[in-house]
């Protein structure tokens, strides 16, 4: 850190000057060679003198000479760039291929541990633009204002993304058309926006805020070397779940069932071989406080609390914290080994609520 600038700029010069002399040492004719690594030994020995004088005029002759052999054109400025740009996309696929994944959260079924894209109605105007940006960037909160500027029925909501990554929707009227931040699925649940409504000029067509779903990144290393660990919140493919369906989505629930486990829910209770769910995220849903309702029955053989699941080999029973609203293994079974992505490992954004570990 106290290295004056021109002492790290001549030694610098010097690692490029030395591997210049290796790549280029069988195309070189001798003269340019033993030029160039004359003017590298005498920066050398100029910054063992420590005389800055002789530091600079050595390296501004070495860096002359190497700029005579290696003109800058505008292709090298462009060849180099794009090399950095495409080792960065190896890096970054790389990563998110094998180590950590980036996942949304697009419900509610692990709410309050972990939030899905939530809507909240409002009869007020949006607040100023400021604390627009500053609830954006700490609550991943939008706000939305749709008014009808004319008497009007709604024909279609359609769904849009933005980036592979950003769901909007278009609301499309007989006469007008709206561009919305906010899913289909809000819309509708919780602003009551679906094709058939009616709206006169000036009247409201939806006016609140949305809450992004939690952004999470998966370890999809881990399970690699160690098997699920009951408890874990973890994410999984449902191919191949053919009570879903054959499309491919990503689910994240808590794993509350391992191969032979038996299981049977009293609610709130769950229990896992005939004896109460141990561990941080079953003790806080059945403690039925601070948002949670504890475990409620299922279909299948759950259905009631004389009745038990047992987990078959190779597959792990996938339950949502938030019992009442998750659509989960108690509905469409266990989930098959191979279709586990990774463990839930952290809230990168918003900040507020979750922000930080997964637990």
Known sequence: MFTPRYVKHSKLLLRHAQKYLRYKRDILDTVTYDAVGADVRRLHAGLRQRDRKQIENRAEQLDAKLHQLTPVTWESHWRENCEVILVAIVVAVGIRSYFLQPFKIP????????????????????????????????????????????????????????????????????????????????????????????????EVIARGSVDTGDQVFVDKFSYNFVKPHRGDVFVFRTKNIPDIGDQTQFYIKRLAGLPGDTLRIGPPKLYVDGKVAEGFGFERVMAARDGYRGYGPGHLAMSDPTKTFHVPEHTYFAMGDNSYNSYDSRYWGPVPERNLVGRGLFVYWPFVPHWGLIR
């Open 107 to 202: 419900t509610g079924s692990m709410q309050p541990t972990l939030n899905g894209i939530i809507g909240h109605p409002m009869t007020s105007e949006p607040p100023n633009i400021v604390r627009q940006v500053a609830e954006f960037i700490l609550r991943g909160r939008n706000y939305i204002d749709v008014v009808s500027g004319e008497d009007d029925e709604v024909l279609q909501v359609q769904r849009q993304k933005f980036f592979f990554f950003f769901t909007w929707s278009r609301i499309i009227c007989q006469h007008q058309k709206f561009l919305v931040y906010c899913p289909p699925e809000q819309l509708g649940a919780d602003f009551r926006v679906s094709p058939g409504m009616r709206y006169r000029r000036g």
